[in-house]
């Protein structure tokens, strides 16, 4: 059974930073694309970054680029989301999610292709 849990989330300042963690069990964890997730209230959910199993490739979304970067380890089935600058548009709920088929280490999956989700970890910035 895949199992996700996002640790890390709280309530910040503005130009503040997180570390967000999230903690894969389940699978091979190299071969799992990840990607971290945020949904605000009233909104849709949004991709914020992804990284292929291997680690070789990320993407971000435009508004999160310069600020957030996205790493793995792969010893410790663990990845992070780094967010510097926060700024009160970046609250949200945090998930992360992982793919079901393995397609290539340097793979990024489409939106409908994660499966599978954490809970999600809740992150507030204040102005």
């Known amino acids: 059974q895949v199992q996700l849990v996002e640790s890390g989330g709280g309530l910040v300042q503005a130009g503040d930073s997180l570390r967000l963690s999230c903690a894969v069990s389940?699978?091979?964890?190299?071969?799992?694309?990840m990607g971290w997730f945020r949904q605000a209230p009233g909104k849709e959910r949004e991709i914020v970054a992804a990284?292929?199993?291997?680690?070789?490739?990320?993407y971000y979304v435009e508004a999160v680029k310069g600020r957030f970067t996205i790493s793995r380890d792969n010893a410790k089935n663990t990845v992070y989301l780094q967010m510097n600058s926060l700024n009160p548009e970046d609250t949200a709920i945090y998930y992360c999610?992982?793919?079901?088929?393995?397609?290539?280490?340097?793979?990024?999956?489409?939106?409908?292709?994660?499966?599978?989700w954490g809970p999600g970890t809740q992150v507030t910035v204040s102005s």
């Open positions: 389940g699978r091979t964890f190299s071969r799992c694309a």
């Open positions: 999610a992982t793919d079901r088929t393995y397609v290539s280490s340097t793979y990024l999956p489409t939106r409908k292709e994660y499966d599978y």
């Open positions: 990284i292929s199993g291997s680690g070789s490739r990320t």
